[in-house]
T-cell receptor
Framework: EAAVTQSPRNKVAVTGGKVTLSCNQT?????MYWYRQDTGHGLRLIHY???????EKGDIPDGYKASRPSQENFSLILELATPSQTSVYFC????????????FGKGTRLTVV | GDSVTQTEGLVTLTEGLPVMLNCTYQ???????LFWYVQHLNESPRLLLK?????KRTEHQGFHATLHKSSSSFHLQKSSAQLSDSALYYC????????????FGSGTQLTVMP
């Protein structure tokens, strides 16, 4: 079974603070993704990566940075957190090509106060 | 850019009735891959079924869908709903000339009542 682990699972941050969400996968997948999930908007792609050292902007990258230091790890960074970034964040990994299954982590619930 | 539209945000029906969840997509690429993911309460999304072959029915766990490129549709169906089918369903699209992104629709919350 493909494994994607996110940490922390829950986080409360203050407005203006820096937040780092971490993701680790043991699937040896090239592609990794960060999504946020909000009622009425579904899963929206923030950043993605094709491999170590690469990051690409998704549909809603503003206010977020990403880092892929290795095949296994993909981080999402909020340099100056805002209440509008309160959401559930999912990390996912998948193989190369368009028809491969994507596997999700359990999600991180972030609250910015 | 690429997009996926799920017109129903909420679908409520009675156990035993048929299920149909709508999905249409937009892409400039001629060979898209379409997916349905399901997310049960307090769980992560997981793949339900996928297709990239035009006009071919694909089935899994009692659900089925057919990709119709002529109408850019990939509707999810099931002949008889079960209580355990209650979940959030996402249609997703992967299409590119080499830069693959997985784009999700806004999701349809299916609630099956006894």
């Amino acid at each position: 079974e493909a494994a994607v682990t996110q940490s922390p699972r829950n986080k409360v941050a203050v407005t203006g603070g820096k937040v780092t969400l971490s993701c680790n996968q043991t699937n040896n997948h090239n592609n990794m993704y960060w999504y946020r999930q909000d009622t009425g908007h579904g899963l929206r792609l923030i950043h993605y990566s094709y491999g170590a050292g690469s990051t690409e902007k998704g549909d809603i990258p503003d206010g977020y940075k990403a880092s892929r230091p290795s095949q296994e790890n993909f981080s999402l960074i909020l340099e100056l957190a805002t209440p509008s970034q309160t959401s559930v964040y999912f990390c996912a990994s998948g193989g190369q090509g368009g028809n491969t299954e994507v596997f999700f982590g359990k999600g991180t619930r972030l609250t910015v106060v | 850019g690429d997009s996926v539209t799920q017109t129903e945000g909420l679908v409520t029906l009675t156990e035993g009735l048929p299920v149909m969840l709508n999905c249409t997509y937009q892409t400039i690429y001629s060979n898209p891959f379409l997916f349905w993911y399901v997310q049960h309460l307090n769980e992560s999304p997981r793949l339900l079924l996928k297709s990239f072959t035009d006009n071919k029915r694909t089935e899994h766990q009692g659900f089925h869908a057919t990709l119709h490129k002529s109408s850019s549709s990939f509707h999810l169906q099931k002949s008889s709903a079960q209580l355990s089918d209650s979940a959030l369903y996402y249609c997703a699209l992967s299409a590119s000339s080499g830069s693959w992104q997985l784009i999700f629709g806004s999701g349809t919350q299916l609630t099956v009542m006894p």
